[in-house]
């Protein structure tokens, strides 16, 4: 059982930068996709990036583009999402999630990923 543990949530104001980070327990995720999640009060699971280890490849959100960047350290067996110029709309749990089979994830679709760690707060205020 992959263990998944988010840190490097907080308040910040519009405009400002969190860098969140998962460590993975082994390297089950990276065989697949890794990604990252968050889910507002009232609203559904959002896929926000996802990142296939092996090659680099990676997928955001639309509302995502430009502000956030994913990136996976193997060496580490850690993964990270760099979000700069915040908006209070980014105020969620984010979640780290990993998925063994390469197929469909980076589609970011939550069903597809089988590991999920407990989440991260982010706050952002205006």
């Known amino acids: 059982q992959v263990q998944l543990v988010e840190s490097g949530g907080g308040a910040v104001q519009t405009g400002g930068s969190l860098n969140l980070s998962c460590v993975a327990s082994d390297h089950t995720g990276t065989s697949g996709c890794m990604g990252w999640f968050r889910q507002a009060p009232g609203k559904d699971r959002e896929g926000v990036a996802a990142?296939?280890?092996?090659?680099?490849?990676?997928s955001y959100v639309d509302s995502a583009k430009g502000r956030f960047t994913i990136s996976h350290d193997n060496a580490k067996n850690t993964l990270f999402l760099q979000m700069n110029n915040l908006e209070p709309e980014d105020t969620a749990m984010y979640y780290c999630?990993?998925?063994?089979?390469?197929?469909?994830?980076?589609?970011?679709?939550?069903?597809?990923?089988?590991?999920w760690g407990r989440g991260t707060q982010v706050t952002v205020s205006s």
């Open positions: 999630a990993a998925a063994p089979r390469l197929f469909g994830c980076l589609k970011r679709l939550p069903a597809d990923y089988t590991y």
């Open positions: 990142i296939v280890p092996l090659s680099g490849g990676t």
